[in-house]
């Protein structure tokens, strides 16, 4: 028997909380959830096989996911299932239960934040044993709560005698920076999908509200951007340098400085500055990540190639090498009515929703956008759920903690509207 | 019986090589070295008493002085020393053997480098198991060896006879950085100083060698900066914040650009440079460190002045606070032909010497400037002697080392310059 | 007689468009619309009467001013009218014709550009021999139509018995730039008028519409930024400078790089940039203008903020002095449904009118807005009317010329509105 | 009769101060000079025979030329002799007085600079009637003293019945910006030169004093840039723009910021800056005058080349073209004992010389420095006289003046030190 069984939704989120993994690193996370759906009788696709791996951002280094991987093994994870992931998370879950119906997809992302837990009282988790058992690292977005309404929904499902039509699970990775969407985006699972799920807890709304149809989240990307000169004595040689320091200043100083757009919105900001050379020594590496935003994906793109251009020079201008890679991308998307009135009829019914709004601008990023895409550009239709659960905190906030009574709400929400695609 | 009594220079040597202490943690290398002069009858003079603690520079947190004090006491630092210092390192230790003669002063710098020793094979501190003990500090630079010669210094002085004089040893804190000699020189127990010797080992010179008389170091200043904004969200809110990153580099652009000076060389670098913020929040915080060097005291001043201006108008353009901290200093000095010759008098006379320097530039800066200033000052001669010590890697590199032959030369040299003075 | 009072509209139009005269220099014009509206019974208040001198912008240097009244005086314009100015350009006329009725008030523009007109035979005003007598100035946004339409309004309200109230003229000097609305604002002539009318032509729309109420223009402020530093020979001497030069490029890189508003659009760029010194010297003075914009004036005043913050910290950065100056300044406006409603009707019975739009964003700065808030401030109604006059090149070209059929219908629908006031 | 040729060397140079030419344009100055040449039987190689056209840097627009052409013309320039110029100013003219002797070559430059004179009572050339009648041109440097002194020494070794020898006269145009040196250097009359001299009157020397070698004048060079973007209206579509004031700043920042050498004194500075956009529009063009100097010309290249990858890379950074063009350059030299023996011997004999000094550093830069080098390169000597004449005001002033007393002292230590290689 699996270690989730015989866990109530709940007992699985914060299991999942105790033990959280970051982007590209959610081995215990994925092996655990293929146990259970295995016994359930879904085709499992692991890692190179769940999501295109030429495509994947923002991947850590090779020791850091090799670490991740033992460590889902010292706490639990089976060892046929690691073995399957071949150091790639990720799992598509397909179950067939009947011949004549549609094909549903569903996204479920599974990631944790590096973000260091709350320890004090006043923080449920800690004050009930399940905070974080890694220091550096915490489900402080509510992933956790996911990956569980996404067991419960296979539950839910497989247990109330299925359904006429084909259920595929996207246990997605690395949604955190959007780094994992793109790349399961591609993984040809979701061309035959023909309606589309994906959903998200809390993000303001009370417990007991259903958003029916996020849309228009904002286009990002992040850049990484590295530069490598050449250090030297500051006192004895500064002419011998290639001072990777000026070329980040005046990378930094012109990037703010690109200038606005009159379509829309656009945004530029910098973060994880280093530049570690001690103050005698002229600069040799300097790094820093850049995330820019637009009101479309044209204004994504406009910031986007101003950007690599100013680094690129800003190097140059200092004869200074300049990498830049790509740490993460999301796209955006509109929900399409039909499966906002079907969502919306079908919360209605379930007795623990008491408010439903139609359609809302979703106000951050999201990479579930790559998969939405997809689905939409081979003919089938897609939402994007708000499933209310009140919080103490924000989002990424180390306090962050979610109202658990929203998980069996949200399967059932999610388990109505599949269902009632059954009628077609 | 004190611990060091029975071990010879190089063993001395050893030992401190294997427990390097860098600035102002360096308890355990006091409290042996006052064991050892307690015994042998110096006045000893700890902390507060040895420097004036208000002037001392670059001082690290209280916890991590706190833990290098326990560390210490660990190592086998006597608890009454420790006791005595109050968590202040720096040593002045007086002894008087005759009442006619003139008081002689020595300046030994105590300190090590935070950098990791090489552990391979070819490094011989690692191959013959006297390498670091700890991960992240290293006699890098031969203070280990200073030290020794320090105390052989005392040995030879004492067990020869004395000479008709007094001697008083500065054993100084944290010379890297130039952060320990300014506090020294304001002790008060330079003020009677006549004669005053400080030296270093290596520096390119083969054990042999004398410099008779090393002189204008290149004065130069630290300043650790600290620009703190206000975050915020770079998507939702970008005018809440106060952007320190901008104000980073608006200030490293203008520093770098401060006018070249017509009276000589100026220099100006900046390290340490770190803005952590993820790239999705305004940058709050940001640090760096600047050093300027000038061809004399006023170009260093010019250069500091114009430096302090630039990242507080940095800072105010962006409404960032700016603190500015001096991390550490150094002034400058010519050497005294009566101690030159002195010194090359007797060297002449030590038979491991074969060749002998008068007067040579000092190719780096040297806190010891301000010890020597102060007796020049206040009526006294000085010089600094440079001892060979053949290395088979350059100071400041993980595979430093020295010849230790050196040691006993270096000693001897002092020695008879010291005991040369009994006969004015 | 004076000399415009035998003259068409279009001839009157002519003769301004061949002597055109910029901001705070437009004595010809002022003194001819003097002489006819004297003759025909109005009030006339000149300079310091007709504005608040104090609070004039972008005043050019004393000889300039000067000379341009005297060549006003050598091209016709009469003493008299010259002396009653004091220097001071403005004039408010002002005639009861009832004492039942309403005050109503009519803005109107009279100042020119500082461009080079075209000379070519495309351009119409070259061709028949009306093109600028000045090199560097042209009526190049049609203000000599409006202040042609100012003088019919006059004249048709006058000739058809005038109507029960009294009507107010304001001709505001130096609208281009944003110099003149503000001081002429703040007159005192505005507090008791009811019923309030700016208007322009051309705009984009065709002979024959009339935009009811154009509304909401872009507040902008415009900043004169004068740089002070001090020179020295830059190969002797370089630290003796104060390099105004840098402070301007820092200035300047810090400007654009003014975070984004989430509340809506901002703008800034910067323009008129010099510093004249030889290569050979440190830059002792630059000079720029900086444009800010805001979608709201809380946003303009954002970015205002910002900018003179940035430029006094990047001159103190470089020890250089920094004066700014407010160059111009506009704000924004809503028009009033009730005299929407009146210019709509009244539009309606004009026969060469042919297509009416009600509302309309107006897509650039305007400095009638703060005569429009002062008026509706005051407790009356405003609207500004765009008169529709077919354009072959876009306004502030060189080529730019009117359709002057547009005149007469542009006073017929002034007119009109004015007169249906009196069944009030 | 030529129109020079009854005058004193004082009444030359004062026609010459009144008509000054500065670089490129000195068709006046070297049109009388033939003139008198002419007659006196020298051979004349005018324009592209005197100089390498090719090599021509910082040559001001046709038109100017033209127009400076013009003006020479109607200021009683011969027109047989401008015709040969082809519009090139520079005149070599040589004379063999004997077969058996050496050929000696003479250096005089004949430019005026871009200053506007002073015109009060104290300065003397305006009170006596000879100040220049050109509003921004003035001998502000003593060109016309040395023109005036190439002449008198025409005229002394003519009169005095010649020597056995050959003699070449050089007049070099635009030596101001070190413009004329280079091009002159690669005509080939150089080459078979085997003494020269050049030669500067003032440089704070009183009357009476002699340098015999001037030397080792700073290398500089000159860098026109500019930049050429895109103008867009600042408010409606600032994306549109390719913003050449973002270039030019990023790039006087950066230029700024060139590391400093350790091995020797290097400058830069920046001046002539425009960028004359009216503020609500993006700028579409920039432009500046670099200069970078050196204590040697690997210092001086070390500079440019950094300025221009720092300027190119600055366009490409907000996609701006850039163009550079060297607008004037100068190198080094190093006088040569033999002809510093012969001129301090020569000028000991010449009654109005009180003081001689053998060797002096030149503290500024000279493009003779190319003629020099040329001279040496091909197997000649050469030195640099510096003929003392006492000053009211610095060189490049406004209200500079010479002592003319020193005209024909000069011609006196010339041409002694010309006739004692008679006697080799």
Redesign the interface.
């Known amino acids: 028997m699996g270690q989730l069984d015989s866990l109530s939704l709940t007992e699985i989120r914060r299991d999942l909380h105790r033990y959280p993994e970051s982007g590209w690193k959610e081995f215990r996370t994925t092996a655990l959830l293929a146990e259970e759906l295995d016994e359930r009788g879904f085709d499992l696709f692991f890692g190179g096989e769940a999501l295109d791996e030429t495509a994947r951002l923002g991947v850590p280094p090779a020791d850091e996911i090799s670490a991740a991987r033992k460590r889902a093994r010292r706490n639990g994870a089976p060892a046929c299932y690691l073995d399957q992931m071949d150091g790639i998370t990720g799992l598509v879950a397909e179950k067939r239960y009947g011949s004549a119906g549609p094909t549903v997809g569903v996204r479920i992302d599974i990631d944790a934040l590096e973000i260091r837990e709350a320890s004090d009282d006043d923080h449920r988790p800690a004050r009930l044993g399940f905070a974080s058992e890694y220091s550096n690292t915490m489900h402080a977005c509510g992933h956790d709560g996911h990956t569980s309404i996404g067991l419960g929904l296979a539950r839910a499902i497989d247990e109330e005698g299925g359904f006429d039509g084909t259920l595929k699970l996207f246990f997605q990775p690395a949604e955190e920076g959007g780094r994992g969407g793109k790349p399961m985006s591609r993984s040809g699972h979701l061309d035959d999908v023909e309606y589309f799920f994906a959903l998200h807890l809390g993000l303001g709304n009370e417990t007991g509200t259903i958003i029916a149809g996020y849309e228009h989240p ?1 286009p ?1 990307a ?1 850049l990484d951007v590295t530069f490598s000169g050449e250090s030297s004595h ?6 011998d ?1 290639r ?1 990777a ?2 070329a ?3 990378a ?3 990037l ?2 690109i ?5 829309g ?19 040799d590496a ?1 790094t ?4 820019v ?1 637009g009101g479309s994906i044209d204004l994504k793109e ?1 910031m986007l190639e101003r950007a690599e ?2 680094v690129r ?2 190097g ?4 200074v090498d300049v990498e830049t890679d790509r740490y993460g991308e999301t796209t955006t998307f509109t929900a399409d009515d039909e499966l906002i009135d079907l969502v919306a009829t079908a919360a209605a019914d379930v007795p623990t929703v008491d408010r439903i709004t139609r359609r809302q601008t979703f ?3 999201e990479d579930a956008s790559y998969l939405i895409r997809r689905v939409q550009n081979s003919g089938g239709v897609a939402t994007y759920l708000g499933i209310g659960a009140s919080n103490v905190a924000g989002h990424h906030n180390s306090h962050f903690d979610i109202d658990e009574t929203a998980l069996e709400l949200g399967v059932a929400v999610l388990a109505a509207s599949i269902r009632s695609l059954d009628g077609d």
Do not use: W
């Not at 994880?272 to 002229?282: A, L, M, R, T």
């Open positions: 904002q990002n992040k500051a006192g004895k040689a500064p002419e340098g001072n320091l000026q980040l200043s005046a930094i100083q012109n703010y400085a200038p606005r757009h009159s379509d919105v656009t945004r530029i900001n910098i973060g994880h500055v280093e530049s570690p050379n001690p103050q005698s020594v002229v600069s300097a820093m990540r850049i995330e935003r406009y251009r100013t020079h800003a140059a201008m200092h004869s106000a951050a990023s």
